[in-house]
């Protein structure tokens, strides 16, 4: 149980395009979804929390409309990255905390890989 | 107040050995102390986790050991398995169901 799965794996764009990353809940309802990114040999950052049915929260540093979160679903957060440049490449992960689940536990998807070139 | 601070930033254990990586916080209202592992290219799973009522926690080789006064919790990795070689980051709620994340230790684990 408590599967999160990604969609895309791993994405290559052109700089200037946009991007969509979706994170679905497979087994369990999901009220809370985060949205970290990682780079390489890094800890995870996280970005921003997204609740259905109301708008995402940012963390700070984060630009919200360049980081565009939908949450649409107790199962589905989406995550678009807005007009792509190279120092957007990273590793997008998501996590989901369940509805009925332990306080505070996080099951992360399998991260997206973004080159943006 | 809200950092989590890991050590070490890397370790190498002969196989059978045992891997240890500690972890301290700062704020003492923390109440959950997850550890995730992550491979490479994949994102963490969730390992083991303790709250602050007990002082040990243990699941098969893994072992959460907790020091409220001291505030740090270490992993233990008993008999430690080439297979164990990835990163492990500890983690503290930061409110909201948020999670702060340590750096991260990158465990190899020679055969």
């Known amino acids: 149980g408590a599967v999160v799965s990604q969609h895309p794996s791993r994405v290559i764009c052109k700089s200037g395009t946009s991007v969509k990353i979706e994170c679905r809940s497979l087994?369990?309802?999901?009220?809370?979804m985060f949205w970290y990114r990682q780079f390489p040999k890094q800890s995870l950052m996280l970005m921003a929390t997204s609740n259905e049915g109301s708008k995402a929260t940012y963390e700070q540093g984060v630009e919200k409309d360049k980081f565009l979160i939908n949450h649409a679903s107790l199962t589905l957060s989406t995550l678009t990255v807005t007009s792509a440049h190279p120092e957007d490449s990273s590793f997008y992960i998501c996590?989901?905390?369940?509805?009925?689940?332990?306080?505070?536990?996080?099951?992360f998807g399998p991260g997206t890989r973004l080159t943006v070139l | 107040q809200q950092q989590v601070k890991q050590s070490p930033q890397s370790l190498i254990v002969q196989k059978g050995g045992i891997s240890i990586i500690n972890c301290a916080y700062e704020n003492t209202a923390f109440d959950y102390f997850p550890w995730y592992q992550q491979f490479p290219g994949k994102g963490p799973a969730l390992l083991i986790a303790i709250r602050p009522d007990v002082s040990e926690k243990k699941e098969g080789r893994f072992t959460i050991s907790f020091n409220k006064s001291a505030k740090q919790f270490s992993l233990h990795i008993m008999d430690s398995q080439p297979g164990d070689s990835a990163t492990y980051f500890c983690?503290?709620?930061?409110?909201?169901?948020?999670?702060?994340f340590g750096q991260g230790t990158e465990l190899s684990v020679k055969p």
């Open positions: 983690a503290a709620p930061k409110g909201g169901g948020k999670l702060i």
């Open positions: 996590s989901a905390a369940s509805v009925e689940g332990v306080t505070d536990t996080q099951y």
């Open positions: 087994d369990f309802q999901a009220t809370t």
